[in-house]
């Protein structure tokens, strides 16, 4: 089994930047995906941004590329989202995600509210 613990969310203004960190804790498979899904209110849950361990490839939507950057430190088995020039539109239920053969797995979520 495979714990996701977020941290990071919070209220902050257009323009303003956040890091989201994920610490995944258990039995976790050294070939594996991580990354970050979210869900804004009365819209279905989308995918953000991923990042493939080993071989370090990431994945962006169309709508945070250019402002958001995923990383990782597999010794740590953390995964962050740092993301710039925050938008209304980014206001949103971040949730952590681990897929391996293993097993796919989602953290409980973070809140993100960007607001004037």
């Known amino acids: 089994q495979v714990q996701l613990v977020e941290s990071g969310g919070g209220l902050v203004q257009p323009g303003g930047s956040l890091r989201l960190s994920c610490a995944a804790s258990g039995s976790i498979f050294s070939t594996n995906d991580m990354g970050w899904d979210r869900q804004a209110p009365g819209k279905q849950r989308e995918s953000v941004a991923r990042i493939s361990s080993p071989s370090g490839s990431t994945y962006y939507a169309d709508s945070v590329q250019g402002r958001f950057t995923i990383s990782r430190d597999n010794a740590k088995n953390t995964v962050y989202l740092q993301m710039n020039s925050l938008k209304p539109e980014d206001t949103a239920v971040y949730y952590c995600?681990?897929?391996?053969?293993?097993?796919?797995?989602w953290g409980h979520g973070t809140q993100v509210t960007v607001s004037s």
């Open positions: 995600n681990l897929h391996s053969i293993r097993g796919n797995y």
